[in-house]
């Protein structure tokens, strides 16, 4: 049967639930078990898909066509795994359903109220997404104390009073602050949001605490006298990102076995080793992060956001962790520069000057107008000065503008999704987009298959492959009308739909450019530390070469 590990967050959001959990989850399948995860968000949209990603992080795409929150991109990254749609329960999927149910009848007689209705819809979708796992782990998002995180606490209850409290582990995850004017680690919040879990009925197996810095044992031992706690419960988790780190999130998995915390939690389920855990694969993988041999710096040419006085570089998080993993592979640490695409549009701005000393450039996935002109400049100067570029989705699509007005000659051509009306609508909307009007979950989503042609680079990089699959997420196309013209001049279509309509990778011939690859897909989706996309291993190495 499933083993569940229930995950909530104390003290404050954002204090790394999300990659505790992968992290543990990618422990627990090095010691033999199959592992799934599900990311629980108690806000009310139905998807993230229509959450402002420069405000709540990316949007992750699943291989079925899912628009989820970003956690479930760190749980695939670290446990290898195809992971659906279905394991993204919000809040919105949760009441949309039960309110649909209740409309169709189905509880005609009965008063449908938040206990039971609401909360055994919760328990049955996590059941549902953890079938067939020997171990599941659930992350419920926010902090505990929430009013929006109750259900979920409650519907946490009552998978243990299903199966059993020996078959439902707790894990609270907090944070220890260092307040700057005692330079001392503080243990109270951690105590205080133990209570509050408390509150909800739920006593915490373990507490992992996140910090800048190690936990003492002195604090240790204090926090799990007042939680009321087995010595050994309480896990250190200090940043492994910063000044003083390993400076890479994949050392986790690592420092947690340091810990035992496998053991641990394997004793409170009952479980024993599968296998022994081999980690030489990732450990090799994650020393050449810290420690590689050569060094490369790429720009990602995007749109950014400041929130108040901070900015939100969570907006690209896969193609960061893509590039990381491509950087593993090649031994070689990939500086990245955050580039404003507004930067590059401004009267006289030079890309010469703004993009100087960058070995690569991408240009990520993206919607509306801003910036683009700044991306468009910044494509035009890779192609010119065979500086190795990798497009992506908006990315392929500005490239075709860019080739079509300054290599095709085509005055004004533009993706008409900016421009409607535009002289060449080089981009234009995807026939069945057209009668589209609902804006949530209607985009052309998840796994798509593409041909690839025989002698290009991005076969190559592919392994050879004939046919590759990859996710997408857009609404737009290369306008078949413009294939011939654009064909003529010397780009190179190296991958299709297989109806042989639609572009789905771009490129230039080597012979004139040592790496100009586009493609309509998000290959950052099904990049991990153990299995690099291949068009992003391909353009790091590049980026390499002299
Ligand atoms: N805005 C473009 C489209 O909808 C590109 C989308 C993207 O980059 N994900 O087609």
């Not at 908006?394 to 999704?417: H, I, K, M, P």
């Not at 190559?460 to 046919?467: D, K, S, T």
Request: glycine share 10%; aromatic share 8%; proline share 5%.
């Amino acid at each position: 049967m499933t083993r569940y590990i229930v995950v909530v967050g104390g003290v404050i959001s954002g204090v790394g639930k999300g990659v505790a959990s992968a992290s543990m989850g990618r422990m627990l399948k090095e010691h033999g078990f199959s592992v799934t995860a599900v990311k629980i968000d108690p806000y009310i949209n139905c998807d993230a898909g229509t959450l402002r990603p420069t405000e709540h992080g990316e949007v992750w795409v699943t291989d079925d066509g899912g628009e989820t929150d970003q956690d479930l991109g760190n749980y695939e990254r670290f446990l290898d795994i195809s992971i659906p749609k279905a394991n993204n329960i919000t809040t919105g999927q949760i009441y949309r359903a039960v309110i649909e149910a209740e409309r169709r009848g189905e509880f005609l007689g009965e008063t449908v109220q938040f206990i039971p209705h609401i909360t055994n819809e919760i328990q049955r979708r996590i059941e549902k997404a953890s079938e067939g796992y020997d171990i599941s782990i659930v992350e419920i998002g926010g902090t505990v104390g929430d009013f929006e995180n109750i259900p979920f606490l409650f519907a946490a209850k009552s998978l243990e009073h299903k199966y059993g409290r020996e078959n439902v582990a707790y894990i609270l995850v907090t944070y220890l602050p260092i307040p700057s004017h005692i330079d001392e680690m503080k243990t109270k919040p951690t105590q205080l949001s133990a209570k509050l879990l408390l509150e909800n009925g739920i006593q915490p197996d373990f507490i992992l605490c996140r910090g800048k810095r190690a936990l003492d044992d002195v604090r240790k031992r204090k926090i799990e006298v007042y939680s009321n706690l087995s010595p050994g419960s309480v896990i250190s988790m200090p940043d492994a990102v910063g000044e003083g780190t390993a400076n890479t999130i994949y050392v986790i998995p690592l420092d947690l076995e340091k810990e035992e915390f496998a053991e641990r939690l394997m004793k409170r389920l009952g479980l024993e080793d599968k296998r022994k855990p081999d980690w030489n694969a990732w450990r090799g993988a994650v020393e050449r992060i810290t420690s590689p041999e050569r060094e490369t710096k790429i720009a990602i040419v995007g749109k950014y956001l400041d929130i108040g006085d901070y900015k939100l570089a969570d907006s690209y998080i896969s193609i960061n962790e893509a590039l990381k993993h491509s950087g593993s592979a090649c031994n070689a640490r990939v500086k990245l520069g955050w580039v404003d695409s507004k930067d590059l549009e401004k009267n006289g701005s030079d890309p010469r000057k703004v993009l100087a000393g960058y070995d690569g450039i991408i240009i990520p996935g993206g919607f509306g107008s801003t910036g683009v002109e700044g991306k468009i400049n910044a494509i035009r100067y890779c192609r010119e000065n065979n500086i190795p570029f990798l497009g992506l989705c908006y990315g392929l699509q500005l490239a075709v503008v860019e080739y079509s007005r300054n290599v095709c000659g085509l005055d004004g051509a533009n993706t008409t999704e900016i421009e409607p009306n535009a002289r060449h609508k080089v981009i234009d909307i995807l026939p069945e987009q057209r009668s589209v009007s609902n804006k949530g979950a209607t985009m052309r989503l998840g796994a798509y298959k593409a041909m690839l042609k025989e002698g290009t680079k991005v076969r190559g990089l592919y392994g050879g492959a004939a046919e590759v699959s990859e996710r997408h997420r857009h609404r737009y196309e290369v306008n078949p009308e413009y294939h011939s013209r654009l064909l003529e001049k010397g780009l190179l279509f190296s991958g299709m739909s297989p109806d042989g309509k639609l572009v789905e990778f771009i490129e230039l011939p080597e012979s004139g450019h040592k790496f100009f690859v586009a493609t309509q897909a998000h290959p950052e989706f099904k990049s991990s530390l153990m299995r690099p996309a291949p068009l992003f291993r391909g353009f790091v190495e590049s980026c390499l070469k002299e």
